[in-house]
Structures are given as structure tokens and as C-alpha cells.
């Protein structure tokens, strides 16, 4: 399994998951998607989720 995945959201990178103890902590590449930065998610498709719903306008606060 690998160490750290790329999130994109519709051919825009969001940031990048690293795996730790916790699960993978996100780290954002642009402002858009500052709001998910630090977050531990369970995995890298749960950051995706969480990304492109606040692409979407579907969250009031991130994950």
C-alpha cells in the first residue's frame, strides 16, 4: 500500500495524503483547498470525498 497518494478534483490537484499513524493527512496545494490542510482522514478516497465536496459547495465545514 502506498505511503501517499495526489487528490485531484476534476483534473485540479487539491493536495496530497501522506500515511501516518492516524490515517492520511492531507496537505493542500492551492488556497481553494486550505480548509481540508492537516486533516487526518481513514483513507485517500475519504480526502478525495472531502475535496470535491468543497468544490462542490456541499460543506459547511471540511470532512
Known amino acids: ?3 501517499s497518494y ?3 478534483v476534476d483534473s485540479q490537484t487539491a493536495g ?3 500515511r501516518n499513524q ?3 493527512c492531507f496537505f493542500a496545494s492551492s488556497d481553494r483547498f486550505n480548509r481540508l ?3 487526518i ?3 485517500a ?3 478525495e470525498r472531502a475535496a ?11 470532512a
Not at 470535491?52 to 471540511?62: H, S, T
Open 16 to 18: 496530497i495524503v501522506v
Open 1 to 3: 500500500m502506498p505511503d
Open 52 to 62: 470535491r465536496k468543497l468544490v462542490n459547495g456541499e460543506v459547511q465545514e471540511a
Open 6 to 8: 495526489i487528490i485531484e
Open 41 to 43: 482522514f481513514r483513507n
Open 37 to 39: 490542510e492537516g486533516q
Open 45 to 47: 478516497r475519504e480526502a
Open 22 to 24: 492516524g490515517g492520511y
